[in-house]
């Protein structure tokens, strides 16, 4: 099986590094090329046939949003172009908006483990979204507001989604969730814990973790990160 490779552009050296050596522990993944800027990083973009490119958000020169749209809006070449991972500290509303914009693949948050770094890159490079649990609501949010405006317009324009498969099309029209798995779908993609859960709905944790376990297998995802951008991409979640 060939390798995902990879580039990071980070300026921080021992950031870089460190998430350089961690990630090349890690089976099927090798790192192709490092940058610590934007300008660095777009050429090391368009001169290597990376899978995915991780992209930090504070660059010094350009910011990684500028470098994620630069790199989407230029010739595509005569290989498939990378896909972006954005990777921040930055939870914020507009951070995260202008990201997604810009043409990003996916949002990973700099304090979240290497573990799901890994998860996330596999997950990119599959061609799925990964969006970081701690911002699922802003996303969850836009998508709201995205409907509700549309709603509110005299004459309601007919919205086609793009880009979801024959499968999710299908989950759609015929998701198999209870009222209470639902309940317990939007608190995962809020990023509660099973004991926040529990709390919230009044259940035990075992009663949480049958839920949980039952929308794994109902919504065939691994874990519950991939529920969550299942959910806020397919709409299950509104």
């Known amino acids: 099986m060939d390798k995902i490779r990879v580039i990071l552009v980070e300026d921080h050296d021992l950031t870089r590094i460190g998430i350089c050596t961690a990630l090349k522990q890690c089976e099927g993944i090798e790192i192709i090329g490092e940058a610590k800027n934007g300008k660095s990083g777009l050429k090391l973009l368009n001169s290597t046939q990376a899978d995915v490119a991780i992209v930090d958000v504070g660059l010094p020169d350009i910011s990684g949003i500028e470098v994620t749209q630069?790199?989407?809006?230029?010739?595509?070449?005569?290989?498939?172009?990378?896909?972006?991972?954005?990777?921040?500290?930055?939870?914020?509303?507009?951070?995260?908006?202008?990201?997604?914009?810009?043409?990003?693949?996916?949002?990973?948050?700099?304090?979240?483990?290497?573990?799901?770094?890994?998860?996330?890159?596999?997950?990119?490079?599959?061609?799925?979204?990964?969006?970081?649990?701690?911002?699922?609501?802003?996303?969850?949010?836009?998508?709201?507001?995205k409907y509700v405006d549309t709603q509110n317009k005299t004459e309601p324009e007919k919205v086609k989604i793009k880009g979801l498969s024959t499968e999710d099309s299908l989950m759609i029209a015929n998701y198999p969730l209870t009222a209470r798995e639902l309940d317990v779908l939007k608190l995962i993609v809020n990023g509660c814990s099973n004991a926040e859960i529990g709390e919230k709905l009044f259940i035990t944790v075992g009663t949480v973790k049958t839920h949980v376990r039952n929308i794994l297998n109902k919504l065939s995802a691994d874990d519950r990160t991939q529920v969550a951008v299942r959910a806020l991409r397919t709409g299950l979640v509104s």
């Open 70 to 145: 630069e790199f989407k809006n230029s010739h595509s070449g005569d290989y498939p172009r990378a896909k972006i991972l954005i990777m921040t500290m930055y939870d914020n509303e507009e951070t995260v908006l202008a990201a997604f914009a810009a043409g990003a693949d996916s949002y990973y948050m700099k304090d979240a483990s290497i573990g799901r770094l890994s998860e996330a890159i596999r997950l990119t490079y599959d061609g799925n979204s990964w969006i970081d649990p701690s911002i699922a609501r802003i996303v969850l949010r836009q998508s709201k507001k």
